[in-house]
């Protein structure tokens, strides 16, 4: 009886350990938004780090999170590096490339609550007097982050803070052009 009940066990875990493995390597997250500015408008919002701090979506889930800002202020070379509650994490983050009102790229090195390096970028497509702003971010998936993906759905949960970061920077880009 214990037998079978063991050799059920090691059958499961066998068949788990597959599943996870089958699992794609990488990650690619993307959402977007129209906001009705200029790319050169839209594009020093997220091209100056120091502007993130009014529409960032995870500022507001960690109001004490500590941010140290590097480099230049804009463009490529300008980081941040943040520590704050569980809910936000630790890392840094770069600027690795620029081209103004067209493309903007971030190396994200992720400390806590666990350790990835991942790519995000920003493209801003003009469309008549708008912007399509799309927000991306991809990475390698090892297997513990296979594994956490059987059970939480991380696309739509990097996803609600990407929709919520880009409704709050719909909402400043916008402000901003009114006055």
């Given amino acids: 009886m214990i037998g079978n009940i063991l050799i059920g066990l ?3 875990v066998v068949v788990f350990i597959i ?3 089958t699992r794609p390597d990488s990650f690619r997250t993307t959402r977007a938004a129209t906001i009705s500015a200029s790319p050169e408008v839209v594009f020093a919002q997220v091209n100056d780090l120091h502007k993130w701090e009014a529409w960032n979506p995870w500022g507001k889930l960690d ?3 500590k941010m140290t800002y590097e480099g230049p202020t804009a463009g490529t070379g300008a980081g941040y590096t943040w520590a ?3 809910k936000v994490g630790e890392g840094h983050m770069t600027i ?3 081209r103004p009102n067209e493309l903007i790229r971030f190396n994200l090195e992720f400390l806590k609550p666990f350790k990835a390096n991942n790519t995000a970028v920003f493209t801003f497509k003009p469309d008549g007097n708008q912007t399509t702003v799309s927000w991306s971010m991809s990475g390698k998936r090892n297997f513990a982050f296979k594994a956490f993906g059987l059970f939480v759905d991380c696309d739509k949960m990097v996803g609600r803070d990407f929709e919520r970061g880009l409704a709050a920077l719909k909402s400043v880009t916008e402000a901003a052009t009114r006055k």
Avoid: R
Wanted: with cysteine; net charge negative.
């Fill in 10 to 12: 090691a059958v499961l």
């Fill in 19 to 21: 599943i996870v493995a």
């Fill in 63 to 65: 109001p004490a999170c």
């Fill in 84 to 86: 704050g509650n569980n």
């Fill in 96 to 98: 690795t490339e620029s």
